[in-house]
């Protein structure tokens, strides 16, 4: 990384550059151990979150019949979208070198992702989709438990794990966390306008 000169004069857009490539340094090289080794390369095995998805579709299938049956649908909608968009838009309008991809890293980067990709960094897909699925979860079953807002810690680790692993800058995760919501907030109002909010819980205490 080339960092300015003394004295030398410093765009707002190089400052934003020089932060994002100070934060890769500290979650990639220095805010480690071996066991987030393990847990980062964990999270980021899609196939640890089939029965998550299917918890998901069972429960809402059940509990909201017809009702529900679209909600997957919707669902299904915004994890499309999401990545369509960050990955056939994004990433062709902005080409941003992938850390484990760039020559500047080579002697200094921990990879410990199965493989590097050599599609562009912006925006991360991964941040784009879980932050969307998070949202649409949140504002669509969030009435019925406080509980689904513990899906955007979920994205934040999936997130987090890329800059941890070398595949991604802060800044791309951070883009993509931030086109996720858009559009998880865009699927989620659609389905509220066409089939209204899922009823509150109710809870039988008894007679006194």
């Not at 299904?76 to 309008?93: E, F, H, P, V, Y």
Request: proline fraction near 5%; aromatic fraction near 20%.
């Amino acid at each position: 990384m080339i960092l300015p000169e003394i004295g030398q004069p410093v765009s707002f857009l190089q400052k934003i550059l020089y932060f994002d490539y100070w934060l890769f340094i500290k979650i990639n090289q220095e805010w480690i151990s071996p066991f987030f080794d393990r847990v980062f390369l964990f999270l980021r095995e899609p196939d640890i979150w089939i029965p998550f998805y299917l918890f998901l579709l069972v429960f809402v299938t059940l509990n909201f019949a017809r009702r529900g049956l679209w909600w997957a649908s919707f669902l299904g909608l915004t994890a499309i979208l999401s990545d369509q968009i960050s990955s056939n838009l994004m990433k062709r309008l902005v080409f941003r070198l992938r850390p484990c991809q760039d020559p500047q890293w080579v002697e200094s980067i921990r990879v410990l992702a199965k493989y590097c990709p050599i599609s562009s960094s912006f925006t991360s897909s991964h941040a784009c989709n879980h932050f969307a699925l998070a949202t649409f979860l949140f504002l669509t079953l969030g009435i019925t438990s406080r509980w689904w807002a513990l899906a955007f810690v979920w994205a934040f680790l999936i997130s987090y794990a890329q800059v941890y692993v070398g595949v991604h800058y802060p800044g791309d995760v951070f883009s993509g966390a931030l086109l996720g919501c858009g559009i998880g907030y865009f699927t989620s109002r659609l389905f509220l306008k066409l089939f209204g909010s899922f009823p509150l819980p109710t809870y039988n205490h008894g007679h006194a």
